[in-house]
């Protein structure tokens, strides 16, 4: 049996069109009850203000910036992909996921910077619970395999994103160099850091499972000089607030 | 028939015929674990478990806390148990996980198109009733069923239009359903008031025409009129006088011990007219066991 051959409404069509009038009217003809075109119009406008509400929520600096075009490209994000996340909490997340991907607004690097911010706060607040106990914390050593938190995120920012103040508006021009930032809940809230370019390198290779020790001669081959003792001092922070643990 | 309480200490069972709750909203969730009137007046809270499968943080830590107050029962979005997309396996099992781990009694959906094979649609949309669905939903459930390993029931739903090509009504729909899959309805009592209304027909015929011996949960909410009369499934008023009188009408005919909830979405008010509304619904259902009192004794 074809799958299809069950629903005699065209439901993508009808909430993910980019035509809402062509969505709406799809089948109508002079006959179709007008009320049937309203109920039409009402489940597309439930569902869109639904998904377009909870991407909304969830970026409120670029909303402030341009919620032209933050509406814009949520609505480009519903016309053009496959929306298979069943958790809606997540869909800011797979809107980052979306734009990361989409050639459609690489024209607004700054905006599109601060959406991955800002979008990525709910993966980081919802992040499942870290099962670290008490002897994973024993002292950091070069030796030390590093166990990360789940709400732990790197990001490379060239716009300052995760600096961005109530009262500022877009940037314009990047920074000369990027900034690394790790993010991470505490406290209910997403809180973050500034690393070094080592430091990021170092999260994001032991992340793959490298102890400490070879995450640095891998970083040694690829040029970066740091001394060890400086690294595990500026490991220090995340490990007091136990995002970063050792295995 | 009541939610495992195996762990509470309040003995429902035995003291509640039919338990009263309120859906959980994070808008109100501290305040209901930390109110006294709100311990002492809801017996139990319902959840969407899309709402916290996987998290950690503060939802895991409020559903923690709440299960330490209140028994919980499940009511999902986008299980799709009408089979319209391919059975979505990670979903299944992590709302397995998520019930197991929860102690959750059974588990809700409605009945209706929140999926297609390209999209979820994070919207209720209605489906076409004919043999062809009932055939598919049949196969959906008992999937379901044998995944979850716990009772599976239905909501029917609110609409606002008929899909073309539907051959029988909801409740007949819904009856043969039940009937074939062997999984429990979900009454929502203003969606059956709202479609009456929107449809031109008796809600009391359909509520006649359900299987209430298979409703293993009840819903109650409020809904608003559009200006042309349209009724909209909003959930955000009180309950209205007409869907209440309409829940009194069907009260007789349910299981006792099944569990009413009230739900509230849009405008929520203060969490004490929410505890008044509950306590209303009580009454009304207090009212009822008292009259029926006789009967009972006389049988």
Same mark, same amino acid.
């Given at each position: 049996?074809?799958?299809?051959?069950?629903?005699?409404?065209?439901?993508?069509?009808?909430?993910?069109?980019?035509?809402?009038?062509?969505?709406?009217?799809?089948?109508?003809?002079?006959?179709?009850?007008?009320?049937?075109?309203?109920?039409?119009?009402?489940?597309?406008?439930?569902?869109?203000?639904? =998904?377009?509400?909870?991407?909304?929520?969830?970026?409120?600096?670029?909303?402030?910036?341009?919620?032209?075009? =933050?509406?814009?490209?949520?609505?480009?994000?519903?016309?053009?992909?496959?929306?298979?996340?069943? &958790?809606?909490?997540?869909?800011?997340?797979?809107?980052?996921?979306?734009?990361? !991907?989409?050639?459609?607004?690489?024209?607004?690097?700054?905006?599109?910077? &601060?959406?991955?911010?800002?979008?990525?706060?709910?993966?980081?607040? $919802?992040?499942?619970?870290?099962?670290?106990?008490?002897?994973?914390?024993?002292?950091?050593?070069?030796?030390?395999?590093?166990?990360?938190?789940?709400?732990?995120?790197?990001?490379?920012?060239?716009?300052?994103?995760?600096?961005?103040?109530?009262?500022?508006?877009?940037?314009?021009?990047?920074?000369? =160099?990027?900034?690394?930032?790790?993010?991470?809940?505490?406290?209910?809230?997403?809180?973050?850091?500034?690393?070094?370019?080592?430091?990021?390198?170092?999260?994001?290779?032991?992340?793959? +499972?490298?102890?400490?020790? /070879?995450?640095?001669?891998? =970083?040694?081959?690829?040029?970066? +000089?740091?001394?060890? *003792?400086?690294?595990?001092?500026?490991?220090?922070?995340?490990?007091?607030?136990?995002?970063?643990?050792?295995? | 028939?009541?939610?495992?309480?195996?762990?509470?200490? %309040?003995?429902? #069972?035995?003291?509640?015929?039919?338990?009263?709750? &309120?859906?959980?909203?994070?808008?109100?969730?501290?305040?209901?674990? #930390?109110?006294?009137?709100?311990?002492?007046?809801? /017996?139990?809270?319902?959840?969407?478990?899309?709402?916290?499968?996987?998290?950690? +943080?503060?939802?895991?830590?409020?559903?923690?806390?709440?299960?330490?107050?209140?028994?919980?029962?499940?009511?999902?979005?986008?299980?799709?148990?009408?089979?319209?997309?391919?059975?979505?396996?990670?979903?299944?099992? %992590?709302?397995?996980?998520?019930?197991?781990?929860?102690?959750?009694?059974?588990?809700?959906?409605?009945?209706?198109?929140?999926?297609?094979?390209? *999209?979820?649609?994070?919207?209720?949309?209605?489906?076409?009733? /004919?043999?062809?669905?009932?055939?598919?939903?049949?196969?959906?459930?008992?999937?379901?069923?044998?995944?979850?390993?716990?009772?599976?029931?239905?909501?029917?739903?609110?609409?606002?239009?008929?899909? #073309?090509?539907?051959?029988? /009504?909801?409740?007949?729909?819904?009856?043969?359903?039940?009937?074939?899959?062997?999984?429990?309805?979900?009454?929502?009592?203003?969606?059956?008031?709202?479609?009456?209304?929107?449809?031109?027909?008796?809600?009391?015929?359909?509520?006649?025409?359900?299987?209430?011996?298979?409703?293993?949960?009840?819903?109650?909410?409020?809904?608003?009129?559009?200006?042309?009369?349209?009724?909209?499934?909003?959930?955000?008023?009180?309950?209205?006088?007409?869907?209440?009188?309409?829940?009194?009408?069907?009260?007789?005919?349910?299981?006792?011990?099944?569990?009413?909830?009230? !739900?509230?979405?849009?405008?929520?008010?203060?969490?004490?007219?929410?505890?008044?509304?509950?306590?209303?619904?009580?009454?009304?259902?207090?009212?009822?066991?008292?009259?029926?009192?006789?009967?009972? $004794?006389?049988?």
């Amino acid at each position: 049996m074809n799958i299809r051959s069950l629903a005699s409404i065209d439901y993508d069509a009808l909430i993910f069109s980019k035509d809402e009038k062509r969505a709406t009217h799809r089948k109508s003809t002079s006959s179709t009850p007008p009320r049937k075109q309203r109920a039409h119009k009402l489940y597309r406008r439930m569902a869109r203000n639904s =998904l377009m509400s909870v991407v909304r929520a969830a970026c409120p600096q670029a909303k402030r910036l341009n919620p032209e075009l =933050l509406d814009v490209m949520i609505q480009a994000f519903l016309e053009e992909s496959s929306l298979q996340e069943p &958790l809606y909490w997540r869909i800011p997340v797979v809107f980052a996921e979306w734009l990361r !991907e989409s050639n459609s607004f690489q024209h607004h690097p700054a905006l599109c910077e &601060l959406l991955q911010w800002e979008c990525s706060h709910p993966d980081i607040l $919802n992040a499942p619970n870290d099962n670290f106990v008490e002897d994973d914390f024993a002292p950091l050593t070069i030796q030390s395999r590093l166990a990360l938190s789940n709400s732990l995120r790197l990001f490379v920012h060239s716009y300052q994103s995760h600096k961005i103040l109530d009262d500022e508006k877009v940037k314009t021009e990047p920074s000369t =160099l990027p900034h690394f930032v790790l993010a991470y809940r505490h406290d209910d809230s997403v809180h973050w850091r500034e690393v070094s370019a080592p430091l990021a390198s170092l999260v994001a290779l032991t992340s793959e +499972g490298s102890s400490i020790e /070879d995450a640095i001669n891998q =970083l040694s081959m690829s040029g970066f +000089g740091i001394a060890n *003792n400086k690294l595990i001092k500026e490991l220090h922070p995340f490990y007091a607030l136990k995002v970063i643990a050792t295995r | 028939m009541w939610i495992d309480s195996a762990d509470m200490d %309040q003995g429902i #069972e035995s003291q509640l015929d039919f338990p009263v709750g &309120l859906g959980l909203r994070f808008s109100f969730a501290r305040e209901l674990i #930390e109110n006294d009137e709100a311990v002492k007046t809801i /017996d139990f809270l319902e959840i969407a478990p899309e709402n916290y499968i996987g998290t950690g +943080g503060f939802r895991h830590r409020i559903l923690s806390q709440a299960r330490n107050v209140y028994p919980l029962l499940t009511h999902g979005l986008m299980g799709d148990l009408i089979g319209l997309a391919p059975f979505d396996e990670g979903y299944f099992s %992590q709302l397995k996980e998520f019930i197991h781990e929860w102690n959750i009694p059974w588990f809700s959906d409605h009945l209706c198109v929140t999926r297609t094979p390209s *999209n979820v649609l994070h919207e209720l949309l209605p489906m076409r009733f /004919d043999g062809e669905s009932l055939k598919r939903c049949v196969e959906r459930i008992q999937r379901v069923q044998d995944i979850l390993g716990v009772p599976v029931a239905v909501e029917n739903v609110s609409a606002y239009m008929r899909v #073309e090509g539907s051959i029988m /009504d909801e409740a007949h729909f819904i009856s043969e359903l039940i009937a074939q899959s062997g999984c429990q309805l979900l009454l929502d009592i203003n969606n059956v008031y709202v479609n009456a209304k929107n449809f031109g027909h008796r809600a009391h015929d359909t509520i006649d025409a359900l299987p209430l011996r298979n409703v293993i949960q009840v819903h109650l909410a409020g809904h608003e009129v559009e200006d042309d009369g349209l009724r909209l499934d909003t959930h955000g008023t009180p309950i209205h006088q007409n869907v209440f009188e309409l829940f009194q009408y069907a009260l007789p005919r349910l299981v006792h011990g099944t569990p009413i909830l009230l !739900e509230r979405d849009k405008a929520i008010p203060p969490l004490s007219e929410l505890l008044l509304e509950i306590d209303t619904i009580r009454a009304s259902v207090s009212a009822f066991m008292r009259d029926s009192l006789p009967t009972k $004794n006389s049988s």
